[in-house]
Structures are given as structure tokens and as C-alpha cells.
């Protein structure tokens, strides 16, 4: 079992930059592939971003790709999401998510989620 607990959401001004972090619990943490995903209102979930175990493969979705970066310290197991030029589409609610396994693009894949950290940037 695989507890996750995002942070570090909150409103900032396109152009700006987050930082959003993933805590898990779980001692096999670095045997997870690690992703993050993102829902608008009114919108489906949506790939954003996604780790393999090591750190050593990772994979974005177009729109983010140049922008956002994916990172994970395995001694603290913690997951990150560096958002850098952020726009007012950019707006959602980002989740943490988890499968053993290879790093995978589509939610239904993943086992474990967290609870959300509500990110805003305003125009």
C-alpha cells in the first residue's frame, strides 16, 4: 500500500513558476513509477507528466513539455513537479499517482493517488 501527499500548490501570475512535491509513504517507494496528473473544472484528468523508479526515464505531455520537469529523490520519498512559465490554462488540480511498474501516460494505469493540490495562475 502506497500513500501519497501533495504540496506546495497554490495562485500565482502566468509567467511564474511552482514547485508541487509528492510524499509517500511505503518502503518501496523506489520500486513505484511515479506521475503526475492534472483535472480542470469541466474537464477529464489529464497526463502531465510521468517518472521511471530510477529517474532515469521520464515523459511529458506536449503542452508542458519545455516548461514542467519531473523529479524524484528516492531517499526521501518525494516526487516533484517544477512548473516554470506557467499559464492560465496551467490551472487545475494536480495529482500524485503511483503504479509498480514501468512509468506509463494513461491514469487508469496507476494504483495509488493522492488528494490533490489546487494550482491558479492568473492572467
Known amino acids: 500500500q502506497v500513500q501519497l501527499v501533495e504540496s506546495g500548490g497554490g495562485l500565482v501570475q502566468a509567467g511564474g513558476s511552482l514547485r508541487l512535491s509528492c510524499a509517500a509513504s511505503?518502503?518501496?517507494?523506489?520500486?513505484?513509477?511515479m506521475g503526475w496528473f492534472r483535472q480542470a473544472p469541466g474537464k477529464e484528468r489529464e497526463f502531465v507528466a510521468t517518472?521511471?523508479?530510477?529517474?532515469?526515464?521520464?515523459y511529458y505531455a506536449d503542452s508542458v513539455k519545455g516548461r514542467f520537469t519531473i523529479s524524484r529523490d528516492n531517499d526521501k520519498n518525494t516526487v516533484y513537479l517544477q512548473m516554470n512559465s506557467l499559464k492560465p490554462e496551467d490551472t487545475a488540480v494536480y495529482y500524485c499517482?503511483?503504479?509498480?511498474?514501468?512509468?506509463?501516460?494513461?491514469?487508469?494505469?496507476?494504483?495509488?493517488w493522492g488528494q490533490g493540490t489546487q494550482v491558479t495562475v492568473s492572467s
Open positions: 517518472i521511471s523508479w530510477s529517474g532515469g526515464t521520464t
Open positions: 511505503g518502503r518501496t517507494f523506489s520500486s513505484y513509477a
Open positions: 499517482s503511483a503504479r509498480y511498474g514501468l512509468p506509463m501516460r494513461t491514469g487508469y494505469d496507476y494504483d495509488y
